[in-house]
């Protein structure tokens, strides 16, 4: 703090001594003038003070600078150098006299000269400093106006006294009060025009500037008549002027006012400026003395300088109307303003409000008014303390203060209460200091917002955030162009991104199923369409790593907005059940071929492809001539090695789109597809490739036997076809016969089919004609075989269909079925059957032990998937009374391998009236497992082929096994058909099957030997 003081005190004195040696210089040398007793002393005093007071102005004028605002210092560094130029000229003056130099103009009234035009420069950078565009032009205008006038009364005077002066003295005696009146002009006109404060510093220096200006014009003039003004007080008004402009650049500081009061006068006098220059134009006229017997010449520049300032005056005048006019437009526009500022604070729901920086309020809206249950007029001039509880209103205090402090908005949230009605609410305020143009703070505008609803929905999205990153699934939201807007911890954690890596992606970038936009919208639409879609996909990880998933996508609406929310599981694990399942279903275990069921599929589709290509195919069924022998003597292990072995040799000899499977045991199947349309070349190409196969086959196999080395040969029958003129079955059949014609011929053989077999197809068309006549004629029963619960309880039947022709032996179901169904005989026939499943359901209800039992009938493809299937079930069960919840409808997944979504909704149907469902011979079919749990069941049975080998095959074990696990996972009820061992059903019981039917508990039987089976 002591060097502070020290700095300000050696700043502030050397202005002291300069400004103490320039006034004792004047005090001496004024005196010392008049006191002189001759003319040299007299004029070395005159040179003393006058040189004093001027060196004193300019060092003034350089040492202002320290001090000086910085947006002033170029302005006084022009005034400090006119200063510097009129002291330079005092000195030369000076020197001048001491070597009797009198000639005038000399050099010193060159540096003279420079005084007015410096500080012309100086004052007009001030006063363009502060004006603003539009208040430039009216300052240089009325500066012109009152130059001209100045200027005008100078001729006046200098020129009458001209005599026979040349026109250069008198030009440099003119310019001496001109330019010293113009800069003082330019000072004077400023005040009004920019509305500057009253500063008693300018005033002194523009009253210096006049009074020199105006002591050089009277001094000129004089002299122009040979006269000399002289004296103490005109000597030392030079001295004294120069001095007091000097001083009065210390502590330079030009401002505006912001007194309303001062801004009026200062408008007046704008309004007097052409006036006053016309005054001084006309004492120019009077004072030129024209009509005194002044020169022709000097009247005309005198009228002429009148003329143009009247002219300017009257053009000034015209300005200031126009501006008048503009300014009443101006206020009506305000006013107009201002009404649509009141009009929108009063609509505007928030609160709004101003604070002086007392804490004082100067005006607030309507919904303010609502806050304190007072008018405005109440609340203006009042504080928050009469109106709220201290401890609120020292609240609203402080954060006001931080607010005009920080100089910035400023926000919080706070619960206050609303006076007139009690409601309490959340508001969001926001708090900005307001400052004038000089920077001070006036005070604080508030405006706040109500977002007690917005908190509560946050809070509310807070709960279904936390709801969402606890549950065991990924969630994302995204929108319709497949950005994400949402994921929760689950998603992340199985994505491996973090939540912002996350958010920045689309669903094309982690779905590797929808990888173009294009794909995403299909996808968007169906969802938009359906509201709830369940699919599966497979994700993309940040790894790399791709998984299987099951998709729910919703679709709503939110702030006018679409999103989809979707809940997204891994899947990975029920996919590796299923790839087991079907592989252990579809695929033989030792030596990975597709099996019969598959082969089934495949050579279905190559009959359809056939039927559009008009190309025929074949199959190739292929027997290891004495395989048997080699298990019986080596061992099922040697016997695998060769069936490994002859599975590759055999993909090896085929083209890729060629199908080998294994039927089982040393059966093999090879399908050939798109082999041409010519029947000859084709017969001739399979041939070559049957002796291809075989010769490869024939070659010797290198197995764990003595020696190592093990031969074989191979039967192989051939069949051909094209399009759909023969079924899957028919050919299977054609080309076992050819086999069996190649064993018999000796093994080792290629056959084709012989056509003799013409004679089965004939046989066929022969059961289908008695299969008419036997429905005619009512030669169908229904016997009844019973289901069993693990505890050994008769639980219900199944209804199965026999054909007993009288007088012959009866017809087994898998062959006549089959026929009825191809023919559609199936129809009629499964109408009967359900009729009589259900009188015989109403017969139970009469007998105790029976009433609480449940009938399953078989229903084929063909049947379900009539139009009026539904309604021809309703009928049943209204015309026989039954309870629907005992009939069970038998279904194979034939029924359901296409139209996945019209099978669900009519079994939905069916399950409205109260029927049940069970999925029969269930895992021999292609599609079952992915289409399981779409369907409404309530029981699946398990096929008998998988039953018949489970205490002693591995593979049917496992599937079996499978097949109990998943049906427990679903809630499912599993039955095991075609139980006839006890080891079979000591298998299933103990893996946790609970219901069974086969020859174990008994035959099917007509309803008539039933009441023995209850005993």
Request: glycine share 6%; net charge negative.
């Amino acid at each position: 703090m002591t060097v502070t003081n020290d700095r300000r005190s050696g700043r502030f004195s050397a202005p002291l001594f300069v400004l103490a040696l320039g006034a004792a210089g004047i005090a001496a040398g004024v005196p010392g003038a008049i006191l002189a007793r001759d003319a040299g002393t007299a004029r070395l005093f005159d040179n003393l003070h006058w040189t004093a007071g001027m060196l004193a102005a300019a060092v003034l004028g350089w040492l202002a600078l320290r001090s000086a605002q910085p947006d002033s210092v170029r302005s006084l560094r022009w005034i400090a150098t006119g200063l510097t130029a009129y002291a330079a000229g005092q000195l030369i003056w000076g020197a001048q006299m001491l070597a009797g130099y009198h000639r005038f103009p000399s050099p010193s009234d060159l540096f003279y000269l420079w005084l007015g035009p410096c500080v012309a420069a100086g004052l007009l950078l001030e006063a363009f400093r502060l004006a603003d565009r539009l208040q430039r032009k009216p300052l240089l205008f009325d500066v012109a106006i009152l130059t001209i006038a100045v200027s005008t009364l100078v001729l006046a005077l200098y020129l009458p006294r001209r005599g026979d002066l040349a026109w250069l003295p008198l030009t440099v005696m003119a310019a001496y009060p001109i330019s010293l009146l113009a800069a003082a002009s330019i000072g004077l006109i400023a005040v009004p025009t920019l509305r500057l404060k009253l500063s008693w510093r300018y005033w002194l220096f523009l009253a210096s500037l006049t009074v020199t200006g105006v002591c050089w014009m009277a001094w000129n003039a004089l002299a122009l008549e040979g006269a000399r003004l002289d004296g103490l007080w005109f000597n030392g008004l030079f001295s004294i002027s120069a001095l007091g402009m000097g001083f009065a650049t210390l502590g330079w500081q030009i401002e505006r006012s912001t007194d309303p009061r001062w801004e009026r006068w200062c408008e007046g006098m704008l309004r007097l400026l052409p006036l006053m220059a016309v005054v001084t134009a006309s004492m120019a006229v009077i004072l030129s003395g024209v009509h005194g017997g002044a020169s022709a010449e000097v009247a005309a520049v005198v009228d002429f300088g009148a003329l143009v300032v009247i002219i300017l005056s009257m053009i000034r005048q015209g300005m200031l109307l126009r501006d008048y006019d503009e300014l009443k437009a101006v206020s009506r526009k305000l006013e107009v303003s201002e009404h649509q500022k009141s009009l929108i604070l009063q609509a505007v729901p928030d609160l709004v409000w101003f604070k002086d920086v007392s804490g004082a309020y100067q005006m607030c809206n309507p919904a303010f008014e609502r806050f304190f249950g007072a008018p405005e007029s109440e609340i203006v001039g009042k504080t928050d303390f009469d109106f709220v509880e201290a401890e609120l209103a020292r609240f609203f205090r402080e954060h006001d203060q931080a607010a005009m402090a920080a100089g910035t908005t400023l926000r919080n949230e706070e619960w206050v209460t609303f006076a007139s009605d009690g409601h309490r609410v959340l508001l969001e305020t926001a708090k900005t200091p307001l400052r004038d143009r000089d920077g001070k703070v006036l005070g604080v505008l508030g405006i706040a917002r109500d977002i007690t609803e917005r908190e509560r929905a946050n809070q509310r999205l807070t709960l279904v955030d936390f709801a969402l990153n606890h549950v065991k699934e990924s969630a994302y939201l995204a929108d319709e162009e497949g950005r994400f807007h949402y994921v929760n911890d689950e998603a992340c954690r199985v994505m491996g991104y973090d939540r912002e890596e996350l958010l920045k992606l689309r669903v094309i970038d982690v779905d590797s199923d929808t990888t173009q936009p294009e794909q995403w919208r299909a996808s968007w639409e169906q969802i938009k369409t359906r509201k709830t879609v369940i699919f599966e996909s497979r994700h993309k990880a940040f790894d790399g790593k791709v998984f299987p998933v099951e998709i729910n996508a919703n679709y709503f609406e939110f702030g006018g907005r679409p999103y989809v929310l979707g809940l997204v599981r891994d899947i990975t694990e029920r996919k590796q059940v299923e790839e087991r399942i079907r592989v252990l279903a579809y695929y033989d275990v030792l030596t990975r071929l597709p099996n019969r069921r598959m082969l089934m599929d495949r050579l279905a589709h190559a009959l359809s492809a056939s039927a559009r290509s008009g190309e025929y195919g074949a199959l190739m069924i292929l027997d290891l001539d004495h395989f048997k022998t080699l298990n019986d003597t080596q061992g099922h292990d040697v016997g695998d090695q060769l069936l490994v072995e002859v599975a590759r040799r055999l993909t090896s000899c085929v083209r890729q789109e060629d199908s080998v499977c294994r039927l089982g045991g040393d059966e093999f199947v090879v399908m050939l597809e798109g082999l041409g349309a010519d029947e000859r070349h084709t017969a001739s190409q399979v041939e070559l490739i049957a002796e291809k196969v075989r010769s490869a086959l024939n070659q010797p196999y290198l197995l764990n036997i003595p020696g190592g080395r093990f031969h074989s040969t191979t039967s192989i029958g051939l069949t051909l076809f094209r399009g759909e003129a023969a079924s899957v079955d028919l050919l299977l059949k054609q080309a076992d016969v050819a086999l069996y014609q190649a064993k018999d011929a000796g093994r080792n053989l290629v056959r084709f089919f012989n056509p003799a077999m013409q004679a089965a197809i004939e046989s066929r068309m022969a059961l289908e004609a008695a299969l008419r006549l036997a429905l005619e004629r009512g030669e169908f029963r229904l016997h009844y075989q019973s289901q069993i619960d693990h505890e050994g309880a008769l639980i219900g039947a199944e209804a199965l269909l026999r054909w007993l022709p009288p007088g012959r032996e009866p017809v087994l179901p898998i062959e006549f079925i089959p026929l009825a169904e191809d023919t559609g005989l199936i129809l009629p026939i499964g109408k009967w059957v359900l009729a009589t499943a259900c009188a015989q359901l109403k017969a139970w209800e009469a007998d105790p032990r029976t009433r609480q039992l449940k009938m399953s009938v078989n229903v084929s493809a063909r049947q379900f998937h009539q139009p009026d299937f539904v309604d021809s079930v309703r009928r049943h069960i209204e015309a026989s009374g039954i309870d629907p919840a005992r009939l069970k409808l038998e279904l194979t997944e034939s029924v359901v391998l296409e139209s996945i979504d019209a099978v669900v909704s009519r079994m939905q149907q069916l399950a409205d009236l109260g029927v049940s469902f069970c999925l029969d011979d269930f895992g021999t079919g292609y599609s079952s497992l992915s289409y399981l749990k779409r369907l409404p069941l309530d029981q699946v049975k398990i096929d008998r082929s998988f039953v018949r080998d489970v205490p002693d095959d591995p593979n049917d074990a496992a599937i079996v096994l499978a097949i109990l696990a998943m049906s427990r996972s679903l809630g499912l009820q599993v039955v095991a058909e075609g139980v006839e061992t006890a080891a079979q059903h000591a298998f299933l019981l103990r893996h946790g099957c609970t219901a069974y039917q086969g020859l174990l508990f008994c035959t099917p039987a007509p309803i008539e030997e039933w009441a023995r089976l209850l005993k």
